[in-house]
Antibody, heavy 123, light 114 residues
Framework: EVKLVQSGAEVKKPGESLKIFCKGS????????IGWVRQLPGKGLEWMGI????????RYSPPFQGQVTISADKSNTTACLQWSSLRASDTGIYYC????????????????WGQGTKVTVSS | DIVMTQSPDSLAVSLGERATISCKSS????????????LAWYQQKPGQPPKLLIR???TRESGVPDRFSGGGSGTDFTLTITSLQAEDVAVYYC??????????FGGGTKVEIK
């Protein structure tokens, strides 16, 4: 079974750093893009960026460029999303996603979703 | 940046009636290389991650009831629920996944029972 399992909820203070994880299983991790999607409380879905673990090709949505870092650890079949300095406005749920087929660009529709990681940033 | 505009923001439909959601993109998402529209529809129920309903603008995912249908090409797309059921109450999003790097979602449409 193809799965993306994300790390658990986090509570952090403004200015702290954070790294959350998304472990892929049941498929060839290197061959599929993995993306990240943000959902602020009560709001819609926002595309953050995507990485191709096979060659680490990473593409950030302009609002998130420089605000977060997306990476992938092929040996552990895990994608990561990290912040160096959190803000209260980063509070939300973060989903990792995988397209339905392996390919170069453009990816297919995102048929596999992680369960989401809730991040709360509050002083 | 490509902008995906969904309408309406919300709609209330009686059980068994039709619900139609529009999604318009500011640029074409029809990929000339394979003549496919890189437009997907997702359904999100409260407390759950989104679920892919339709890919390539009109191809239903396995297990999705046939009351859900997608149409359109280029820049104008629709999602139709032909006979609304109680379990269809959700927020629906379109997404273009052609134009890098911003694989934009529409703002979402909340579907409720009237």
């Amino acid at each position: 079974e193809v799965k993306l399992v994300q790390s658990g909820a986090e509570v952090k203070k403004p200015g702290e750093s954070l790294k959350i994880f998304c472990k892929g299983s049941g498929y060839s991790f290197n061959d599929y893009w993995i993306g990240w999607v943000r959902q602020l409380p009560g709001k819609g879905l926002e595309w953050m960026g995507i990485i191709y673990p096979g060659d680490s090709d990473t593409r950030y949505s302009p609002p998130f460029q420089g605000q977060v870092t997306i990476s992938a650890d092929k040996s552990n079949t895990t994608a990561c999303l990290q912040w160096s300095s959190l803000r209260a406005s980063d509070t939300g749920i973060y989903y990792c996603v995988r397209p339905g087929y392996s390919s170069g660009w453009p990816p297919g529709a995102f048929e596999v979703w992680g369960q989401g990681t809730k991040v709360t940033v509050s002083s | 940046d490509i902008v995906m505009t969904q309408s309406p923001d919300s709609l209330a439909v009686s059980l068994g009636e039709r619900a139609t959601i529009s999604c318009k993109s500011s640029q074409s998402v029809l990929y000339s290389y394979n003549n496919k529209n890189y437009l997907a529809w997702y359904q999100q129920k409260p407390g759950q991650p989104p679920k892919l309903l339709i890919r390539w603008a009109s191809t239903r995912e396995s297990g999705v009831p046939d009351r859900f249908s997608g149409g359109g090409s280029g820049t104008d797309f629709t999602l139709t629920i032909t006979s609304l059921q109680a379990e269809d109450v959700a927020v629906y999003y379109c997404q273009q996944h052609l134009i890098s790097p911003h694989l934009t979602f529409g703002g979402g449409t909340k579907v409720e029972i009237k």
